[in-house]
């Protein structure tokens, strides 16, 4: 099966500097746009307050002219997906989300729709972690237990979003992030990591990965030092590790 | 059954201003003597390297007068426990530990003997999670998926190891440890979190438990604001919340 899959992955909702979303509107736009999409389903199972979450982020995306519907307020959301052109899935806790992710049915459902072309996908935070083969690297608290790891995968790899070096104040003896992701490395299931930075947006068109947004990106790869790339890259080589 | 519980729980093995397990020596010396200890077991678990991660805690602890062997070096792991009067788990990522104690049907069997008072337990950051109700107030990427998150019950309440207030840099947009805290505060199967700071180790004799060592803690109970409590504390109210 050729990918048709169409995907802008936001490493967060907010950046440094700008208000919410707004350092992504550029993208999202011309994205929509090129998929001719103007309505969009809103995913806000990664936060409690549903009804919240998706008035904060269509007071943003309205302006932009797109419809934006909260999914929860669907009576059926199979039916909603099988019906959506696109959706956009919010950041929050990512095994809350995934959770009710698979307590819906819709896990296999978005994968199917987004890699035949019938499902435009954005996601933001927990929104991309879903996205890619499993959250085996949120940085989120396992609050809840989801009944697998395994997620969407729209990409065949995992991505580390809000990628920082050097969290940690010197004094504290927790974990760094890289130490983190490093540990992932290690294991046999694992293959590659990418760390979005903050501003950074994976655009996914078919088998092309690129780097966009305002911030760019790095590479722990398995036995290998980790590898840093600026907004603009081609990083389609990854769907070939 | 009346809890006999012997347990030291510490938040973390490294301190600032102290080499490692030193700020922690006169607590788990004193605590292994009044229980007549003299020989015990090292659960390497947690991290990939059993012999190295064993050899760098004997190295430490074997000066104090005790000798350590490590789990991973007995042909039958459940009836070295059996046989064990007291076990020390080491940190490394909670997710790891927690898979490989069900693999190795230890979970219960720990819970067993400590209740019984026929073993005495130590645990260090990870080591302290799985000694609590469940693992879902770990720091730690879950880089592998255990069978459940459930974990030995030592104490009917979650701990937050290497707590720390305000981590991130004031730019990163990530979330703070207390909204994460708080984020599984507001989950219906949560009740109380204490967040250990590092330096901090929680004393449980029976039912009584003391903050001891060189930090403090803070309690997170739902509908609350957060109290910081200082070391000495008597906490044995957590049991009856």
Redesign the interface.
């Known amino acids: 099966m050729k990918a048709c899959r169409q995907a802008l992955l936001l490493s967060?909702s907010?950046?440094?500097g700008y208000s919410f979303l707004e350092f992504a509107k550029q993208e999202i736009s011309s994205f929509l746009k090129k998929n001719g999409v103007t309505q969009l389903i809103f995913v806000p199972y990664a936060q409690?307050d549903h009804d919240d979450y998706t008035k904060n982020v269509t007071t943003v995306i309205t302006p932009w002219g797109f419809n934006v519907a909260g999914l929860h307020t669907y009576p059926d959301p199979v039916k909603a997906i099988k019906e959506a052109k696109a959706i956009f899935i919010g950041g929050?806790?990512t095994f809350?989300l995934l959770k009710k992710l698979y307590e819906n049915n819709l896990v296999n459902l978005i994968r199917e729709r987004v890699y035949t072309g019938n499902l435009v996908y954005i996601g933001s935070s927990a929104g991309t972690n879903v996205a890619t083969k499993s959250?085996?690297?949120?940085?989120?608290?396992?609050?809840?237990?989801p009944p697998?790891?395994d997620a969407i995968g729209i990409v065949p790899f995992n991505i580390n979003p809000?990628y920082?070096d050097n969290?940690?104040?010197d004094?504290?003896?927790?974990?760094t992030r890289d130490q983190?992701?490093n540990?992932?490395i290690?294991?046999p299931?694992?293959n590659l990591v990418l760390g979005l930075r903050?501003g950074c947006i994976l655009h996914v068109d078919g088998e092309s990965l690129v780097l966009k947004g305002v911030a760019g990106a790095v590479i722990f790869k398995k036995g290998e030092s980790k590898v840093e790339y600026p907004v603009g890259t081609d990083v389609s080589f990854l769907l070939n590790n």
């Open positions: 967060s907010n950046c440094h409690n929050g806790n809350l959250i085996h690297t949120t940085n989120d608290m396992p609050i809840v237990y697998s790891f809000h920082i969290l940690e104040k004094t504290h003896k927790g974990e983190r992701i540990e992932f290690e294991m299931h694992a903050e």
